[in-house]
Nanobody
């Protein structure tokens, strides 16, 4: 059974940093592309970043230079380091087995101005 468990969200001030983690199980994590998405209140879920099994990364334009996605295949975990946070980064952040309809429960990130 596929499970994705996010953690690390919370309250941050504008300009601050947070690191999100997603522990994956139930599938061959090391050979799968993984992604982070977010959904703000009243908005559609949007892609934040993804990372391939070989470490290739891609980011949404507004996150480039501020967010870093990484993975530890030994721990079946994908991370999202978020720096220079802005109030508009406030959202529920979700981990995803990229291209598949498997989602975690999400972790809330709230950035105050």
């Amino acid at each position: 059974q596929v499970q994705l468990v996010e953690s690390g969200g919370g309250l941050a001030q504008a300009g601050g940093s947070l690191r999100l983690s997603c522990a994956a199980s139930g599938f061959a994590f090391s050979i799968k592309t993984m992604g982070w998405y977010r959904q703000a209140p009243g908005k559609q879920r949007e892609l934040v970043a993804f990372i391939s099994s070989g470490g290739f990364t891609n980011y949404a334009e507004s996150m480039k230079g501020r967010f870093t996605i990484s993975r530890d295949n030994a721990k079946n975990t994908v991370y999202l380091r978020m720096n220079s946070l802005k109030p508009e980064d406030t959202a529920v952040y979700y981990c995803n087995w990229y291209g598949q309809d498997y989602w975690g429960q999400g972790t809330q990130v709230t950035v105050s101005s």
